[in-house]
């Protein structure tokens, strides 16, 4: 049984209760990189710096982060305190905010040993908490010092990440990919730290169409050498394409499974299909403590016996 299956099967035959929004919010294990060595996290507290030269934007010039900030979109963003941890102060939030720094290290760690930017959240299922998770890594990383988050809602048929942030839905990627809008159109900026965010934009009827389009891949080609990190919000990956296209144009994929509630043959048929391309791990979410997490620590899915998470 490979290292993933294990996991998989371990997150879903553990039959921990269903929490509601605002009960204990346990996120667990990322389950470890796929090919990435470990690397101490001591060494690896530092980014690589923004070093890619980038291409040319829409008006012909090259985009530079003091130019997007200026003239980018500003509305006042009113978070959702449900899904925003990082909002919070209550002792739930606090046990959420730390295991979001422990995801939040784990990447580091793989980012220190390979190229990795874009990431995209996905799961297999609705509900698994991809927009949770997507939305609270952002936060995790622009709450230290100089960090910027390009935030964007990829799931162009269930957006809900802009509910999160409290933010305007439109104009937003949509309109960019549909030629209507430019990157200063749909790109907002948040005042308090350096988030910026891309919303779903108006609906659409071809999602997957648009999704593999030229304007998708150009768009993150302009964005991506600004930011420290792109996160992606994304359908799930089950019975819509979607998230594949997305894949092809990430440096990694995160996948989200939710404990005792995903069907472990459902996971490992989703997640399956990453494993080959660039999946870096499993993000364990929803995990009670009561469960007998407390004190279990998850494998690495790579070669190496490591473990990644203390899910207390
Ligand atoms: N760890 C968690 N703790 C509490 N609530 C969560 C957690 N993860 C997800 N949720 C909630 O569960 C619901 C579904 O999550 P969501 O992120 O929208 O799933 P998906 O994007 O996979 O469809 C949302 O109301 C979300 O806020
Ligand atoms: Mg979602």
Redesign the pocket.
Known sequence: MSRIHEALKKAVEERVSH?S???S???AAIAGSMQAPAVPARQVAEQPARVTPPPPSEAGAFLRFDDLVKRCAHPTWKPDM??SLFHRTDDDAKI?TERFRTLRSRLYQIAAAKQLRKVLVT?SV????????AANLAQSIVHQPDRRVLLIDA?LR?P?LHVTLGAPTSPGLTDYLRGEANEYDVIQHSSEVNLCFIPCGHPVSNPSELLSGDRMKKLLDLVTPVFDWVIL?SP?SLAIHDASILADLCDGVLF?VRAGETNHETAERAASEFRNKNLLGVVL??VEQAAGYGDYYYGSLGEEEQPVLHAS
Do not use: H, M
Not at 126 to 133: L, S
């Open positions: 929490l929004v605002g009960e919010l346990n996120l449900r899904f959420g799961s609705p509900n698994e908490g991809k927009t949770f998770v799931d269930a809900l919000d799930p989200v979410n929803r």
